[in-house]
């Protein structure tokens, strides 16, 4: 699977057809921030959202969860909020989870070993971009 640091239209339209449920790495319950407010977008358009978030219970009507590890539902995507060094455990958390097609590192987040790790692991992998302002792009012009 490639590294989209340009990704298409078409390959993007098919990446979020794609996709059903979305952990949100680092998903506030500040909805000022960029986390929530993105987080809500994809909730309306109908994807599941999992918050994994140090702190809380539930965000967006979702159990929270601490880390990737703890979840216990099938993940389609990973989108990550956090610090470009935190992929690489990020990926390491991914790895043991066959299900996980996407590696989404938000806009002004890029890690290129985190990246390649994922990429060598078959993941669809896109850097420095965000899933709201992509997905609005394609789907509401």
């Known amino acids: 699977m490639p590294i ?7 390959t993007l339209r098919e990446l979020f057809a794609s996709i059903q449920t979305i952990a949100i790495v680092g998903l506030s319950p500040d909805t000022s921030k960029p986390s929530h407010r993105v987080a809500a977008y994809l909730q309306k358009e109908g994807f ?6 140090p702190k809380e219970e539930v965000i967006l ?22 610090k470009p060094e935190v992929a690489d455990a990020l990926v390491e958390q991914i790895k043991d989870r066959k299900e996980v097609k996407c590696l989404w590192l938000q806009l002004g987040i890029s890690n290129d070993s985190a990246a390649q790790k994922a990429s060598q692991m078959g993941l669809t992998v896109v850097q420095d971009r965000c899933t709201k ?9």
């Open 4 to 10: 989209l640091h340009e990704p298409t239209t078409q």
């Open 48 to 53: 599941r959202i999992i918050p994994i978030y």
């Open 61 to 82: 009507g979702e159990k929270v969860y601490r880390s990737l590890t703890e979840v216990d539902i099938p993940i389609d995507m990973v989108d990550m909020f956090r």
């Open 133 to 141: 302002i992509e997905h609005q792009r394609i789907f509401h012009p």
